[in-house]
């Protein structure tokens, strides 16, 4: 009995993500897989609650938000402006050395970026646990590029209802 209700658990965790990527719409399927990818994120769960890494490098602590929309999900996002200010084009090769000498002056004040590989812009990421969340308790550090939250279960006991 105790081995089917975890995988029971995760079964309809499962069916849960599926099932809430169909509340978007279809024009933002890139938007949608770029952030089931990112940020990668392991979870563990212990007796007392959850902990989350996430990788999120690149990023100041003020451009990532946290925030619980209910008791039981925690949605992590944030936004990051690229670093290339001016898209410059090369200057064109020269014969003389007067042109030359005006190029490499031309590119040290505006410089030419020959690759853009980081990724910028916004993510957003939600995280639905099965219990509770204490949100008054949960504690985030971010250092070196990894984000640590401290998720604690709830207390919350069972309510009973009586039957009249």
């Known amino acids: 009995m105790s081995f089917s209700q975890p995988l029971l658990g995760q079964v309809f965790r499962d069916m849960h993500r ?22 990668p ?22 451009d990532i938000d946290i925030h619980l ?4 999900t925690l949605v992590i996002g944030g936004n990051q402006e690229s670093s290339t200010t001016s898209h410059s084009t090369p200057a064109e090769p020269s014969v003389g050395d007067e042109q030359v000498a005006s190029s490499s002056t031309d590119v040290m004040n505006s410089p030419y ?17 099965p219990h ?25 006991a069972a309510i009973r209802i009586p039957i009249e």
């Open 41 to 62: 994120t392991d979870i563990v769960e212990t007796k007392t609650g959850y902990e989350l890494h996430a990788e999120i490098p690149g990023f100041q602590k003020e």
């Open 18 to 39: 599926a099932f809430s990527l169909l509340d978007e719409p279809l024009t933002n399927v890139s938007r949608r897989a770029l952030s089931a990818r990112y940020p």
């Open 132 to 156: 509770s969340i204490n949100g008054d308790a949960i504690k985030a550090n971010y250092k070196d590029g990894i984000l640590i939250i401290n998720v604690p279960k709830s207390e919350k």
């Open 113 to 129: 970026w020959w690759k853009s590989e980081r990724i910028t812009g916004s993510f957003k990421r939600a995280f639905t646990f």
């Open 69 to 72: 929309p209910d008791d039981h």
